[in-house]
T-cell receptor, first 112, second 115 residues
Framework: KQEVTQIPAALSVPEGENLVLNCSFT??????LQWFRQDPGKGLTSLLL???SQREQTSGRLNASLDKSSGRSTLYIAASQPGDSATYLC???????????WGAGTKLIIKP | DADVTQTPRNRITKTGKRIMLECSQT?????MYWYRQDPGLGLRLIYY???????NKGEISDGYSVSRQAQAKFSLSLESAIPNQTALYFC??????????????FGPGTRLLVL
């Protein structure tokens, strides 16, 4: 059974720092891996989607990497800003049933 | 206007009551999903529908039922609410693009409290 883990559960850093959020999964037979952002009262927003055949995806200051063999993904945020404060969720889509299995998230606080 | 809307946004109910959470989307997607989120846990899939005539149970369907009234509407019902169904409920939609599973688009969530 696929399990997705995100460590740490919470992270607080000063504005301007680069940071890395981690996601690990137990079964490498994935279809894709996705990173979402959750803001209170606003639902979830997709940030990046990496297909199983890809190694990374980039969008602005965000870069997500995928290493299927080791069951790991990282989300790199460059030059962090207070507006980046949110909970970041990692989700793995299983190959075959196409259902998303979610991590519990990392709550990120960027201090001005 | 939001592409995926959920009503109500907040609901307080009592144990044993039947309630319905509604989801509407204007994205034209065939696929719709209901999730619940509990503090400290990832989202868990309750039900999903790949088209109007296709309804499937997710990981935690016991105590819930759904209705896909149209491509744009997908409702979740709690037949007899119990306190451990207190959670944040999300509706989501997605579509296939060129054979690839596209990402999911989420509504703002419904916060449900069962007393």
């Amino acid at each position: 059974k696929q399990e997705v883990t995100q460590i740490p559960a919470a992270l607080s850093v000063p504005e301007g720092e680069n940071l890395v959020l981690n996601c690990s999964f137990t079964d490498s037979a994935i279809y894709n891996l996705q990173w979402f952002r959750q803001d209170p009262g606003k639902g979830l927003t997709s940030l990046l989607l990496i297909q199983s055949s890809q190694r990374e995806q980039t969008s602005g200051r965000l870069n997500a990497s995928l290493d299927k063999s080791s069951g790991r993904s990282t989300l790199y945020i460059a030059a962090s800003q207070p507006g980046d404060s949110a909970t970041y969720l990692c989700a793995v889509m299983n190959d075959g049933n196409y259902q998303l299995i979610w991590g519990a998230g990392t709550k990120l606080i960027i201090k001005p | 206007d939001a592409d995926v809307t959920q009503t109500p946004r907040n609901r307080i109910t009592k144990t044993g009551k039947r309630i319905m959470l509604e989801c509407s989307q204007t994205k034209g997607h065939d696929r719709m999903y209901w999730y619940r989120q509990d503090p400290g846990l990832g989202l868990r899939l309750i039900y999903y529908s790949f088209d109007v005539k296709d309804i499937n149970k997710g990981e935690i369907s016991d105590g819930y039922s759904v209705s896909r009234q149209a491509q744009a509407k997908f409702s979740l019902s709690l037949e007899s609410a119990i306190p451990n169904q207190t959670a944040l409920y999300f509706c989501a939609t997605s579509d296939l693009v060129g054979g690839d599973q596209e990402t999911q688009y989420f509504g703002p969530g419904t916060r449900l409290l069962v007393l």
